[in-house]
């Protein structure tokens, strides 16, 4: 069992940058693909960015990539996100999810609560 806890989301103006969190518990962390999502009002549930058990790996979805970075901690059980030159669009409510290895939100078995991150023109 994992559980994750988010943390770091605001309110930031456009150009501005965040660093979210991903506090992870259970100890079979280390061994799990991470990923983080995000979901607009009235929009799908998308993928933002994932990165394999031992941080070797990462992929981003294409709004995304060259601005965020994600990363991860074993020694600190954590995952973060690292959001640069931010966009009004990049306004969402941001999810961690363990257990997956694609960019399809069907394939991660544990969520997070979520943190709001609000851009702003």
């Known amino acids: 069992q994992v559980q994750l806890v988010e943390s770091g989301g605001g309110l930031v103006q456009a150009g501005g940058s965040l660093r979210l969190s991903c506090a992870a518990s259970g100890r079979t962390f280390s061994t799990y693909p991470m990923g983080w999502f995000r979901q607009a009002p009235e929009k799908a549930r998308e993928f933002v960015a994932r990165?394999?058990?031992?941080?070797?790996?990462?992929n981003y979805a294409d709004s995304v990539k060259g601005r965020f970075t994600i990363s991860r901690d074993g020694t600190k059980n954590a995952v973060y996100l690292q959001m640069n030159s931010l966009k009004p669009e990049d306004t969402a409510n941001y999810y961690c999810?363990?257990?997956?290895?694609?960019?399809?939100?069907?394939?991660?078995?544990?969520w997070g609560q979520g943190t709001q991150v609000t851009v702003s023109s």
């Open positions: 999810a363990a257990g997956g290895s694609s960019g399809s939100a069907r394939d991660y078995n544990y």
């Open positions: 990165i394999n058990w031992n941080g070797g790996v990462t």
